[in-house]
């Protein structure tokens, strides 16, 4: 990998090529070495092939941002038939919604910014560098803060903003709790759950209804002291000589910074943003496979350690500019791809997308993946998550366990909740049975209140669709209820004549114009989507209709 090797490949498409053929000869699974100076050696040429291969996404997510932010400027979104720009890059960008909103924050807040924007483009600075620049570079300490991001490791730099609570990846360190869990007492958390999100959001995580019954539950049954500090007040990690380990870090080389891609003229009108960030996407979707496979390799070799540094998350956030949870969950990905080779040629062939995959791969085994992969070809990414998700607490329910991703505060949070309840009755319980007591007050605090007033159509109609807005490739709560067949034009008031969908389909999309929904025939609903000028739809789905009564 020699600078003329490098200077050989002007675009990223070149580029890329490039680094693929050095790529494909790294075997897997790893052969067997014992010779310590052959594997540093090996390290190091992985070490250098990783760290270019990473400039590539780096600057396409610059590109992706600023496309992403044009497009929402114009309504791109709602005009082809999605609520906003999370779903519409999941569905036909095959990038998982939180990624792009990500990238287009980033993008919004550079634009006030024009000399870091103007590095992160050139490649000069990393997304991450700019993300820990963003809070003091303006105005007049601009300049001097892209100078000193242009050279300072990510970690420096946020010791020096004093913004370490700013982490974006601080919500990213989720934390699995797993209790085993009673029908009678999995029938009172379910019911809790379902409460609180009627009071946070029908579409809100898992995670964010915990919260709400830990909170209520705390409000009345205080912790004890001592378990208060242990959990909130966390011993802090002794930190490095930041200036020792860059000289060390230095010393590997930094590679050519890879300018991002060119954008579309601010005049571009909504079609051709499209197809640039359609395209962009499949130059995303190319280079993830290629560095997908060395970070793979990498990281079951340990290379992080080879090249110095102290911890893999170093290794990503210093070397490569990227966060560990995204490359660490790249090569978890890829191991699963080489364990069931179906579903990596279902995604070569384009029978799904990237993110299809993603969800596949964390659920199936080699006994369902064709299943999955067929009804991943029907289904939007939205539809084939709530069903492997709700394939996943069905097999919970049967093993009588209870399961929850959880961010740090959170956890936190339920560790209080568990040493509360075990204080109120006096007596050692298991954390499910602690949780379930909690749920238990939360029921009965929230449920009269909740479910006060009489039932209406609405209330009725909204229950029925479990709060979801039922447009097909939407993610949003259903807070509105739409009748199919207006009013106007004879439609009745029947449970059957009405549908649940979010505020921005239901109003910017339905009453635009831009989305239609008709009854196919008995049981089924046509939904056609990004209806434009001349009244024809980007995309129809036929989709069967929600039961009469659930």
Same mark, same amino acid.
């Given at each position: ?30 052969? /067997? ?255 993830? #496979? ?85 009804? #991943? ?31 740090? =505060? ?47 159509? =609405? ?54 114009? /831009? ?36």
């Amino acid at each position: 990998m020699t600078k003329a090797f490098l200077d050989s490949a002007g675009s990223l498409e070149a580029r890329l090529e490039a680094l693929a053929s050095v790529a494909a000869l790294v075997e897997w699974p790893l052969p /067997r070495e014992r010779d310590p100076r052959a594997c540093a050696d090996f390290a190091g040429v992985l070490d250098k092939l990783f760290a270019m291969l990473a400039q590539g996404p780096g600057a396409l997510h610059v590109a992706l941002g600023e496309g992403l932010h044009a497009f929402a400027a114009r309504e791109g979104a709602l005009k082809a038939g999605h609520s906003g720009n999370g779903d519409f890059a999941r569905e036909e960008l095959g990038i998982a919604a939180s990624t792009a909103q990500k990238m287009e924050r980033l993008a919004r807040e550079l634009e006030s910014r024009p000399l870091l924007r103007a590095a992160v483009r050139a490649g000069e600075v990393t997304p991450r560098q700019a993300e820990a620049v963003l809070p003091v570079a303006r105005g007049d300490a601009e300049a001097p803060w892209v100078e000193r991001a242009r050279g300072g490791t990510v970690r420096s730099l946020k010791k020096a903003v004093k913004d370490l609570a700013a982490d974006p990846d601080e919500e990213g360190k989720y934390t699995d709790f797993h209790a085993g869990m009673s029908p009678e007492l999995r029938a009172v958390v379910d019911e809790a759950e379902e409460l609180a999100g009627e009071a946070v959001g029908m579409r809100s995580p898992r995670s964010e209804r915990v919260k709400a019954i830990c909170s209520e539950y705390l409000s009345d049954h205080p912790a004890p002291d001592t378990v208060s500090e242990a959990v909130l007040c966390p011993a802090e990690e002794p930190e490095e000589p930041l200036e020792e380990l860059y000289e060390e870090w230095a010393s590997l080389g930094r590679p050519a910074p890879v300018a991002a891609p060119k954008g579309v003229p601010e005049d571009a009108d909504v079609r051709a943003l499209l197809e640039h960030l359609l395209g962009l996407a499949r130059m995303w979707d190319s280079w993830d #496979g290629v560095f997908g496979h060395i970070a793979m390799v990498f990281r079951a070799m340990r290379g992080w350690e080879y090249a110095g540094f102290a911890s893999f998350a170093d290794y990503c956030e210093e070397r490569l500019g990227m966060g560990e949870r995204t490359v660490a969950q790249r090569a978890a990905l890829e191991r699963r791809l080489y364990d069931l080779p179906q579903l990596r040629e279902a995604m070569r062939d384009g029978r799904i997308s990237y993110e299809k995959t993603r969800l596949i791969a964390r659920h199936a085994d080699q006994r369902t993946v064709e299943e999955w992969i067929a009804r #991943g070809e029907e289904l939007t990414c939205v539809e084939l998550r709530d069903a492997l998700h709700d394939r996943e607490e069905a097999q919970m329910c049967a093993r009588r366990q209870y399961r929850a991703c959880l961010p740090p =505060s959170v956890a936190g949070l339920l560790l209080l909740t568990i040493a509360a309840v075990r204080k109120a009755e006096g007596r050692p319980l298991s954390p499910g049975e602690c949780y379930a007591k909690a749920c238990a007050h939360f029921i009965e605090v929230w449920k009269p209140i909740l479910r006060a007033g009489r039932e209406t159509l =609405s209330k009725r109609v909204r229950k029925r669709d479990r709060g979801r807005c039922q447009v097909p490739v939407c993610s949003k709560a259903g807070d509105h209820s739409h009748h199919m067949q207006y009013r106007s034009a004879g439609g009745s008031d029947e449970l059957r004549n009405q549908i649940g969908l979010c505020a921005p389909h239901h109003l910017r999309g339905v009453h635009m114009g /831009r989305v239609r929904i008709r009854h196919e025939s008995p049981g089924l609903i046509r939904w056609e989507l990004g209806v434009g000028q001349g009244g024809v739809p980007r995309r129809v789905l036929v989709r069967p209709a929600p039961p009469a009564r659930r």
